[in-house]
């Protein structure tokens, strides 16, 4: 059973700061990771994807990837109060284009 | 202007009853996708679809039906086999199946009682 684990939170950080979202995934063959932020009662949007080990950088966002370790991470820079939502993490697994998601990590980003 | 549509938003149904979800997308996507969230939890894969006339169950397809007749349209029949359908409904697309970036309409919030 291919999981993707996220901590729930919610993860608070003041106006200004760095946000720091974190997901493990088991399946040591997958290939493809993906960011998406949920605001309340909307669907998902993407934000970001990273497909090799390293750091992808989009504005503000920040997506880091560590296969070895099968950990990926998220960080926001200068957090803003409308990046308060949950962060869902997907991941596809090894032949498979079929996304995994995890369950979540609600931001609070406090003015 | 391109993108994914769900209709309707809220939907309410009596138990017993079977309803269909409505996707239509714009994008020339040939990939689309069936999911459900429900409170607290990450988004399950019910079924999916790579090319007009082909479909695949997901995760948890009992219960659901769907059909891929045109390359815009992925309606999703949710039948009364279905325990629990009272959930949030997700259809998303992507260019093929093997580009795995999924793109998501506004969704359809299902109610049976």
């Known amino acids: 059973q291919k999981e993707v684990e996220q901590n729930s939170g919610p993860l608070s950080v003041p106006e200004g700061a760095i946000a720091s979202l974190n997901c493990t995934y088991s399946?040591?063959?997958?290939?493809?990771f993906f960011w998406y932020r949920q605001y309340s009662g909307k669907s998902p949007e993407l934000i970001m994807f990273?497909?090799?080990?390293g750091d992808k950088e989009d504005g503000r966002f920040t997506a880091q990837l560590n296969k070895a370790s099968q950990y990926v991470s998220l960080l926001i820079r200068d957090s803003q109060p409308s990046d308060s939502a949950t962060y869902l993490c997907?991941?596809?697994?090894?032949?498979?284009?079929?996304?995994?998601f995890g369950k979540g990590t609600k931001l609070s980003v406090i003015p | 202007d391109g993108g994914i549509t769900q209709s309707p938003k809220y939907l309410f149904r009596k138990e017993g009853q079977n309803v269909t979800l409505s996707c239509e997308q714009n994008?020339?996507?040939?990939?689309m996708y069936w999911y459900r969230q429900d409170p607290g939890q990450g988004l399950r894969l019910i079924y999916y679809?790579?090319?007009?006339?082909?479909?695949q169950k997901g995760d948890i397809a009992e219960g659901y039906s769907v059909s891929r007749e045109k390359k815009e349209s992925f309606p999703l029949t949710v039948t009364s086999a279905q325990k629990n359908p009272t959930a949030f409904y997700l259809c998303?697309?992507?260019?093929?199946?093997?580009?795995?970036?999924?793109?998501f309409g506004p969704g359809t919030r299902l109610t049976v009682t």
């Open positions: 998303a697309s992507s260019i093929t199946a093997a580009t795995y970036e999924q793109y």
């Open positions: 399946d040591r063959g997958s290939q493809s």
């Open positions: 990273i497909y090799s080990n």
């Open positions: 997907a991941v596809t697994g090894a032949g498979s284009y079929q996304l995994t």
């Open positions: 994008l020339n996507h040939d990939a």
């Open positions: 679809s790579q090319i007009v006339n082909d479909f």
